[in-house]
């Protein structure tokens, strides 16, 4: 079993930047996606970015040009790095990651941007 564990969050006004971090518990073996979601109140939870072993990347549309996704294998460790943060990109943040045979997900991480 891998348990994600993310930081990184907290509150920030509006044009500011967070990063946040997701490290598994242990070395992830085989290829993988490795991702973060987040979900706003009253809301679905939707894909932030994505990034595969291979270094491919995956974003929504809301955050191209703002967000930057990374991964560190030796770490164990993926990052989101945020910036020119607005009001709409307030949620709980989690970290997900898919192997060929499990899907794991963090507890998430609370970020409210201010007006």
């Known amino acids: ?5 993310e ?3 907290g509150l920030v006004q509006a044009g ?8 598994a518990s242990r070395s992830i073996i085989g290829a993988s ?10 809301k679905q939870r939707e894909l ?4 595969t072993t291979e270094g491919a990347t995956n974003y ?6 703002r967000f930057t996704i990374s991964r560190d294998s030796a770490a164990n460790t993926v990052y989101l790095q945020m910036n020119s943060l607005k009001p709409e990109d307030t ?5 997900k990651t898919s192997t060929l045979h499990n899907i ?5 991480t609370q970020v409210t941007v201010s007006s």
Do not use: E, F, M, N
Not at 1 to 5: C, G, K, P, R
Not at 16 to 23: I, Y
Not at 104 to 108: D, H, L, N
């Open 48 to 51: 932030v970015a994505s990034i």
């Open 104 to 108: 794991y997900w963090g507890r998430g």
């Open 91 to 95: 949620a709980v943040y989690y970290c």
């Open 1 to 5: 079993q891998v348990q994600l564990l």
């Open 16 to 23: 500011g930047s967070l990063r946040l971090s997701c490290t």
């Open 7 to 9: 930081s990184g969050g």
């Open 33 to 42: 996606v490795r991702g973060w979601y987040r979900q706003a109140p009253g």
């Open 60 to 65: 929504a549309d809301s955050v191209k040009g």
